[in-house]
């Protein structure tokens, strides 16, 4: 149906475009209706069959080449190696499905924030039927505890509140009214007469009108988003292809002109072809996307132990090469628990320590302890806080969890004031014996109080009395301090006033605290009955951020990462909170949701980049946040736990939930879900990212070196006229098990310790970048030429042994490889850079390649399959030291270039 303003109109107004009135509908009305606009249901949207998925797992480029190695190797005859390079294929095929399957759950999830049953109107009597069944114009009727089955424009309202922290981003739950809303472009979070599908109603009783359902609500606008967010190809994805392509294209060029020399020089055609075939099969690492998914399983394994769960493999290098972090407020940077922080009784401001709904704290006066039950107003100031309360503070031990936590039952705001109380051992226990609840005034929007009647062991009777601090400011006559209640001068008024603006400026939420003693029950008849108050004090409350935030936010700046809040929370609470915890710097800038709305795309994307705090936002923003941060070049993840925040999450490069408090939407949307939901997890989930792609790159620079120096061994020895100086099945051995076991043990390096000192990687750069390409050419060269020098040598000294020389050049091969991979353990550095028994397991790969490679030579039933001899001591001399040249003298030239540096600038001091 057309867009509404249903905020701004009045409650006669609204009925009477919905064709409706307070008696409801009649069946045969709500039948048409449905009819028109269908079930209050959210659609899934087109489904992808499991076979169609599972399929789409083999259009990858990179698997085509190594379906194209399959064939090749077929040819060759070598069926061994056509089977496991098929295992591979189907294993990654298997992996990425699995992975897909649970991605798509998202719209499944939002499905079940739908409300089960309602309770409306039909043929004027009240009746409770499926909540699909709702129309617009259905008359619905809410109280505490119930979930908001569509959304609704609410007619009455009786201490009625909602929370919508999961569609709106608001930390507390929201006072509802019936009164039209002027501002006809309201955010969600301002439109206090609307209840929207999903949110649940915590007080009160309220009846509204229905005036949108399914996917015509804001929840259902939500679910649309998600279904239309495009989900994007990760950093590592983009440069595997890549990767592929450039292997493909060298691979032609090289055996096209191996082949063809070799032709030329007199050699067979069909000879040249097996070579040209092997060559090809060289130049194309087999076994690159089996270690790839091997290094992010381990990596994953790790980001477990560190609390970070992972849905998709390649999410975690995408996180290693974030340059911004999308962080929602609440319960993200947030513990998402009203604390209270500061209390102010008789003149004077009281830090009140701990964190969250832990009662675990205490009460300071001048950054000293002292003791709040020693302070008579103090004390009052408490037992009030608890009496004039109806939540409850327990410790409650979660299903399925070992460890207890204290949980709130009620409102935030009250078991704020509960956790308060309980620091200094006031509880609704202690107090039950010494002043009895006789009666309750509940919370009123247009009053913006609660006072509760309670009688005391000497039988007097008290009005105690809980409200916002202007409003009950003006009802009170007398003011406590220290143990006397003495009258409110103006002065004294002003010193309240004064107080409750200087804690707001704090980004508290203050609640005022009065009472006053009751001599005649009458008095509670009256109209107005919160009068002549006696003012006690204020609670200054906030949800305060985690402790290791602070932190977390720090190792961000320093590796060169920028958080930016989005939240739907006021914007003086979200800029106070950023700068606290050192997200907004002193020249940033904050933006509202109103202020974004006015920004076309274009002008977002050129200010996006100085916006560090936007607050009062909607799901909508979000996204175009997010896609404003990509235009400008930036890898984003986004963090959230609410429902509101599922499009961005998925639409961002990486998406990331709270597993704790997150709902299920935004976990299925997400590509990592954080176990703790704590911020700092997220700095440990980039350093394993970081850490994974620069093993990545290694195992990557080891592979193709050794695959650039075999091409080259065949490439020069043809351009020569020499003989084969590698046979096909050798090539192939050392593709599959030489290369194969150091790679892997490379994708399990620990991180170099500079690695959160270094900013992002650029996303438009290559894999070979930062100097990739040109090492692995300039290490294979050098393999590839001890490698020929030692056949040629070889060779040229014994010319009927040409089986010796082929081992030798087998030897020294694999040897040069091997010493080669503890040269690529360090990015920037060498071989003597770093630990060599930092990684044992490197050791024992290195160790059982070369057990391998001497079983392929002296054990006599693997001779005449790999076309081997025996080789003796003087040999193995010759191999070693040619194998060890491209590595040492390597690491020689660049101790020397680090010495000649460091002389010129003593020199020059």
């Known amino acids: ?360 704290g205490g009460f300071q006066l001048s950054g000293k302890k002292t003791d709040p039950l020693k302070r008579l107003d103090l004390r009052r100031f408490l037992e009030i806080a608890v009496l004039c309360n109806n939540a409850e503070l327990s410790l409650e031990k979660p299903s399925g969890k070992q460890d207890s936590r204290w949980q709130v039952a009620g409102d935030p705001t009250e078991g704020a004031l509960l956790v308060m109380a309980a620091k200094a051992n006031i509880s609704p226990g202690t107090l039950a014996e010494t002043e009895v609840r006789i009666d309750e005034l509940p919370f009123d929007s247009n009053r913006k109080m609660m006072s509760i009647l309670t009688q005391n062991r000497t039988g007097e009777y008290h009005l105690l009395v809980k409200g916002a601090p202007d409003v009950l400011l003006d009802r009170c006559s007398h003011i406590l301090v220290d143990s006397k209640v003495i009258p409110l001068t103006s002065s004294l008024k002003k010193a309240v006033t004064q107080a409750n603006l200087t804690m707001a400026a704090g980004a508290l939420r203050n609640l005022g605290i009065a009472f006053r003693q009751v001599n005649d029950l009458t008095e509670m008849q009256l109209p107005d009955p919160e009068r002549r108050l006696v003012f006690v004090g204020l609670a200054g409350m906030i949800d305060p951020p985690r402790p290791e935030v602070y932190e977390a936010i720090a190792t961000c700046k320093r590796a060169g990462i920028r958080t930016v809040m989005i939240t739907g929370d006021h914007q003086v609470t979200a800029e106070a909170i950023a700068r606290q915890i050192g997200i907004l710097p002193p020249n940033g800038l904050v933006v509202n949701g109103a202020q974004l709305e006015a920004m076309t795309d274009r002008e977002l994307s050129e200010r996006v980049q100085d916006i560090y705090v936007y607050a009062r936002v909607s799901p909508e923003h979000k996204l175009r946040i997010v896609k404003a941060l990509q235009k400008n070049g930036h890898v984003v993840a986004m963090t959230g736990d609410g429902v509101n925040d599922a499009p961005a999450i998925k639409a961002a490069d990486i998406g990331i939930s709270m597993g704790r408090t997150g709902t299920d939407v935004a976990k299925e949307a997400s590509a990592l879900i954080l176990s703790d939901d704590n911020f700092a997890t997220i700095v440990a989930a980039i350093e394993e990212g970081r850490s994974i792609y620069d093993n990545i790159r290694k195992f990557i620079r080891y592979l193709l070196a050794s695959n650039v120096g075999e091409i080259l061994v065949m490439f020069f020895a043809m351009l020569a006229g020499l003989p084969l100086p590698l046979l096909p099945i050798q090539i192939l051995w050392v593709n599959l098990v030489t290369d194969g076991l150091p790679a892997i043990a490379l994708g399990i390096d620990p991180a170099e310790k500079n690695i959160m000192d270094k900013r992002p990687r650029n996303i438009k750069e290559s894999i070979f970048a930062s100097g990739l390409g040109w090492k692995i050419l300039t290490r294979g060269t050098l393999i590839g030429i001890v490698t020929l020098a030692v056949f040629w040598f070889t060779y040229a000294s014994q010319p009927d042994q040409l089986v010796r020389a082929q081992t030798m050049a087998f030897a020294t091969l694999v040897m040069a490889q091997l010493i080669q991979v503890f040269d690529c353990r360090s990015v920037e550095g060498g071989i003597f850079s770093r630990n060599i028994m930092e990684n044992p397991w490197l050791i024992g790969a290195v160790g059982l390649s070369t057990m391998l490679l001497l079983a392929v030579i002296y054990i006599e039933p693997l001779q005449p399959i790999f076309k081997t001899v025996p080789l003796h001591v003087i040999d193995w001399i010759i191999v070693l030291v040619a194998a060890g040249i491209p590595t040492f003298s390597l690491a020689a030239r660049r101790t020397a270039n680090r010495l000649t540096k460091r002389s010129r600038v003593s020199f020059n001091r």
């Open 1 to 360: 149906m057309q867009k509404t303003n249903w905020h701004s109109l009045g409650t006669a107004e609204c009925l009477q475009l919905l064709d409706t009135s307070v008696n409801g509908l009649t069946t045969e009305e709500a039948e048409q209706r449905r009819l028109r606009y269908g079930e209050n249901r959210l659609s899934e949207g087109e489904k992808v069959s499991l076979l169609t998925l599972f399929l789409n797992q083999f259009r990858d480029f990179m698997v085509l080449v190594l379906m194209a190695a399959t064939l090749i190797s077929g040819l060759l005859g070598e069926y061994t190696d056509a089977i496991t390079i098929i295992a591979i294929i189907i294993v990654n095929g298997i992996l990425g499905f699995f992975q897909e399957v649970r991605a798509e759950k998202s719209l499944a999830s939002l499905k079940q924030l739908a409300a089960p049953s309602a309770h409306t109107v039909r043929d004027g009597k009240k009746v409770t039927l499926p909540a699909v069944e709702l129309v617009p114009g259905d008359i619905v009727f809410l109280e505490g505890g119930d979930r908001v089955p569509a959304d609704v424009r609410l007619l009455r309202c009786q201490s009625f509140e909602v929370e919508e922290s999961s569609l709106t981003g608001e930390s507390v739950p929201t006072v509802k009214t019936i009164d039209p809303i002027d501002d006809p472009l309201a955010g969600l979070g301002d439109r206090r007469n609307m209840s929207y599908m999903g949110t649940m109603a915590t007080r009160g009783k309220a009846v509204g009108v229905v005036t949108a359902t399914g996917m015509d609500t804001e929840m259902g606008m939500i679910a649309d988003l998600i279904h239309s967010a495009e989900d994007t190809e990760t950093p590592l994805q983009r440069r595997l292809e890549q990767l592929g392509k450039v292997l493909v294209y060298v691979a032609l060029l090289i055996t096209a002109v191996v082949v063809i020399t070799g032709i030329l020089h007199g050699n067979g055609i069909y000879e040249m072809f097996l070579a040209g075939v092997s060559l090809a099969v060289a130049a194309i690492p087999e076994g690159l996307p089996a270690i790839v998914t091997i290094a992010l399983a381990l990596g994953v394994q790790r980001m477990i132990k560190r609390k970070a769960i992972v849905r998709k493999l390649p999410s975690v290098e995408t996180l290693g090469c974030a340059s911004v972090i999308c962080s929602d407020k609440t319960g993200t940077l947030t513990q998402n628990m009203m604390t209270v922080q500061q209390v102010w009784v008789s003149g004077q401001f009281y830090d009140v320590t701990g964190n969250g709904w832990d009662p675990t």
